[in-house]
């Protein structure tokens, strides 16, 4: 397993093995870029096959995290830290302040946050040990996947209006792929506004519960990409676009939560040459970093719901620019997220 020469180290400012055998804390932390502010980033807990696996993705998110923040227009740098084990089964309280003991040694340069397999709960005895903790209850803007997902629907709107020259969503069929609290909030925003919804999780449950509420149709995960729908939305876990997968998509839109939905950086090119209109993830689920930016414990202001989502909403007006960019220059819209990103990191330096 290498760090410095992994394909995505990317330059990485900081890299932090933490480790407590009393309560079986195995995580690891990594801080992107700090060049615009303090690196934020969610804390993702997850049951990886290996620990070479659980090094690649906390280098790609937090990479990620970089990149979304610069296009938001944020003070804030990009990290990431994952958690080794199963989020079902391997949380404890002792494990989650060995955690924030971890992040306080930092002193500050990391600042954590809720992401796959972990709850503001979690982070709440988080913060029993470090200060750098945002989207808790007290004092902060609490669970981001609603104002995630609301900058998904804002980002699908652009996205549409691009490639398939409507208003807005109505009617359009959307296949939604993964319906956690991310995926399940924005399956009500699209409902809302008329659209028509195919769905799938691993979790039965959760599919049942969509097609109750919102009328969906359900469809088998490994082949929702495939269905004949306008958007494919991907709010699961990454790597999802792939050598297989492109050539199967029948969506002249790809626009959804998940992070790392390439899974490898000239899968944009793919992408456009198959002549899909990839919304790039880190563009378009920037909405809950944007709603945690507002939070008081970051800007020592009481947090304002009605400005951070004024916020998110503007999430709609970088996606239009980079999809314009991309037709004027002849690019992948992937390419030209990275030039606005690397651009505006540019200017902060």
């Given amino acids: 397993m290498s760090v410095f020469t992994a394909p995505d180290f ?3 400012e900081q890299v932090v093995f933490a480790s407590d055998p009393a309560c079986g804390l195995r995580a690891i932390i990594a801080i992107h870029d700090t060049t615009r502010g303090p690196a934020l980033g969610g804390c993702r807990m997850w049951h990886y096959a290996s620990e070479a696996d659980a090094v690649a993705d906390v280098l790609r998110l937090s990479q990620g995290m970089t990149y979304k923040s610069a296009l ?3 003070p804030l740098g990009g990290g990431k830290a994952v958690v080794l084990g199963d989020p079902a089964h391997d949380k404890s309280e002792a494990l989650w302040r060995a955690l924030g003991r971890a992040i306080d040694r930092l ?3 990391y600042v954590t946050a809720e992401d796959v397999g972990t709850s503001v709960a979690d982070l ?3 913060r029993t040990a470090t200060a750098h903790v945002a989207g808790i209850a007290e004092g902060g803007s609490g669970d981001p996947s609603p104002a995630t997902a609301f900058g998904v629907f804002m980002g699908m709107q652009a996205a549409v209006r691009h490639r398939l020259g ?5 009617g359009i069929r ?4 993964g319906l956690g609290h991310v995926g399940l909030c924005l399956a009500g925003h699209l409902a809302e506004a008329g659209a028509e919804l195919v769905v799938a999780d691993l979790d039965p449950g959760r599919v049942d519960a969509a097609v109750e509420r919102f009328g969906a149709r359900r469809a088998e995960p490994a082949a929702i990409h495939a269905e004949d729908v306008e958007v494919f939305a991907p709010c699961a876990l ?9 050539p199967e998509l029948r969506a002249p839109v790809v626009a959804g939560s998940a992070n790392n939905q390439l899974a490898e950086a000239r899968h944009g090119g793919a992408l456009a040459e198959h002549g899909v209109l990839y919304a790039p993830d880190y563009a378009i689920n920037a909405g809950g970093i944007i709603n945690v930016s507002h939070e008081s414990t970051r800007t020592g202001r009481p947090y304002d719901r009605q400005a951070a989502y004024a916020h998110i909403a503007r999430i709609h007006d970088t996606l239009a620019r980079i999809f314009e960019a991309a037709d004027a220059e002849g690019i992948p819209t992937s390419v030209a997220a990275d030039r606005l990103a690397e651009a505006r990191l540019r200017q902060a330096a």
């Fill in 10 to 12: 990317a330059g990485h």
């Fill in 166 to 170: 409507g208003a807005d969503v109505t």
């Fill in 174 to 177: 959307v296949a939604l792929q």
């Fill in 124 to 126: 709440e005895t988080v």
């Fill in 238 to 246: 990454g790597a999802i676009l792939n050598d297989r997968t492109i």
């Fill in 107 to 109: 002193g500050g340069h």
């Fill in 72 to 74: 938001a227009e944020l």
